[in-house]
């Protein structure tokens, strides 16, 4: 707003900066870096499309491999492009929260709309914060709709998990939802949504059913984690997705279930559609 102009209401926008201990790992400009070089498959070829010097993107991937607790990428050598560079799957998951986080803000923001300029510190935290959702449920997945079909006076909706090129052919989610639900979220091929999974909900078994109940999802994965409680067992199967890792379901189960099971066993996450509850943002 020129400073001529009356006083008057401004639009909202924020910037998303990823923290740890030591510093910010993520900003836009290094996101921007890691998606080009997921594109190029190069460094110097992903400095020159951001654009940055050779030696500043250097920098800024060393210092993101040096403050991330995984590694973010992995060098390739000889073959026909005589090597290069590419992200692992735990810098392509960090690329996609960063999104989904940055995309969530700016949802929010635009809902706040615009503010008067003489609007107070306070209420404006408290418009942020009534905004603001948290859930109960432990499992949450980024997902895109791939098909909505009708099953017994209910929607079936089959999301895809990770992103669009990578899991194209890969495993699939199934929520159960009511059609007024699915119309009342807005739901078609497509569409993101996040599809979130209470920890109680989920069942595990050491084999696959071969032919599991309609409305049943069925994900395999491998024992991550197991921490006994006081009346359940709390464990973690990083799933076999095929999207360069990073997803991972989180079972409460009794201990029963449980005492069989050791870190890196095959195991399987049962749960029913209709345990699965979808989130829209706008």
Not at 8 to 23: E, K, M
Request: a neutral charge; glycine letters at 10%; one cysteine or more.
């Amino acid at each position: 707003m020129n400073p001529s102009d009356p006083a008057g209401p401004s639009s909202l926008t924020g910037r998303l900066t990823l923290q740890t201990p030591l510093g910010a790992v993520l900003s836009e400009s290094r996101i921007r870096l890691l998606e080009a070089i997921d594109r190029c498959g190069s460094l110097n070829r992903a400095a020159r499309e951001v654009p940055l010097s050779y030696k500043a993107a250097w920098e800024a991937l060393d210092t993101m491999n040096r403050l991330a607790p995984e590694p973010l990428v992995e060098r390739l050598t000889g073959g026909r492009g005589g090597g290069g560079t590419r992200l692992t799957g735990y810098a392509r998951q960090l690329v996609r929260l960063h999104r989904a986080m940055e995309s969530s803000q700016q949802d929010i923001l635009d809902r706040i709309g615009p503010v008067p300029d003489d609007v107070d510190a306070p209420t404006l935290r408290g418009l942020i914060r009534r905004l603001g959702m948290r859930t109960s449920a432990r499992n949450q997945f980024a997902t895109r709709v791939t098909a909505l079909s009708e099953r017994g006076g209910l929607v079936d909706v089959r999301l895809q998990l990770g992103d669009a090129e990578a899991a194209a052919s890969g495993p699939t989610l199934l929520a159960t939802i009511t059609p007024e639900s699915a119309e009342l979220l807005g739901l078609a091929p497509g569409r993101e949504v996040w599809a979130l999974v209470k920890a109680p909900a989920v069942r595990l078994a050491v084999r696959p059913a071969r032919r599991p109940p309609p409305g049943r999802n069925q994900l395999a994965g491998r024992v991550a984690q197991l921490r006994p409680g006081a009346t359940r067992t709390a464990v973690t199967l990083d799933l076999d997705l095929d999207l360069g890792g990073g997803e991972s379901i989180h079972a409460a189960v009794d201990p029963d279930v449980a005492a069989g099971l050791q870190p890196g066993d095959a195991a399987w996450a049962v749960f029913d559609g209709d345990q699965v509850v979808l989130l829209t943002f706008g």
